[in-house]
């Protein structure tokens, strides 16, 4: 089965409820009490995603976190990228010379087909999307598609 780590998942919880507090700075205990997580785990993802410039950090007894852009300019992917690293379905699809079949292999580019169309889809779900109520019958305002290709 393929899935995000709980880090990554709780990282959109946080970001989605930053960006919907509309530039208010918020506490790493605040925003663990609004999402329902520990702490400790909210500051570890906020110095995470403080580090790929999606939130920035105020120091001091008001201090606290505010997102950088608003929820509709922040993509689902960056997150990911943000906490996970590249995404990709195999360490081939992102870095060379980490298989040892990696010459003679003839999956290596339909990897990276694939790992490039999840990429593409996660990139257009942004956290205004993560925001709203699943209706199993609306599509994301994204018009998010499945990539179909031929291998």
Not at 34 to 49: D, F, I, N, Q, Y
Not at 92 to 120: F, I
Request: proline share 4%; glycine share 6%; charged share 20%.
């Amino acid at each position: 089965m393929l899935r995000i780590s709980k880090l990554t998942d709780y990282a959109i919880l946080v970001m989605v409820e930053l960006t919907a507090s509309a530039g208010e700075v918020l506490s790493a205990q605040a925003l663990a009490e609004r999402c329902g997580l520990e702490a400790p785990t909210v500051s570890k993802v906020l110095k995470a995603l403080a580090r790929a410039d999606l939130v920035e950090s105020f120091r001091g007894a008001a201090g606290g976190y505010r997102a950088v852009s608003p929820p509709s300019e922040v993509s689902v992917a960056r997150v990911i990228q943000a906490i996970e690293g590249p995404i990709a379905m195999t360490e081939c699809s992102v870095h060379e010379g980490l298989c040892t079949v990696e010459a003679s292999c003839s999956a290596r580019d339909n990897w990276q087909m694939v790992s490039r169309a999840v990429a593409g889809a996660l990139e257009r779900v942004s956290l205004a999307d993560m925001s709203r109520p699943a209706d199993s019958s609306r599509r994301p305002a994204t018009g998010l598609e499945i990539a179909t290709f031929n291998a």
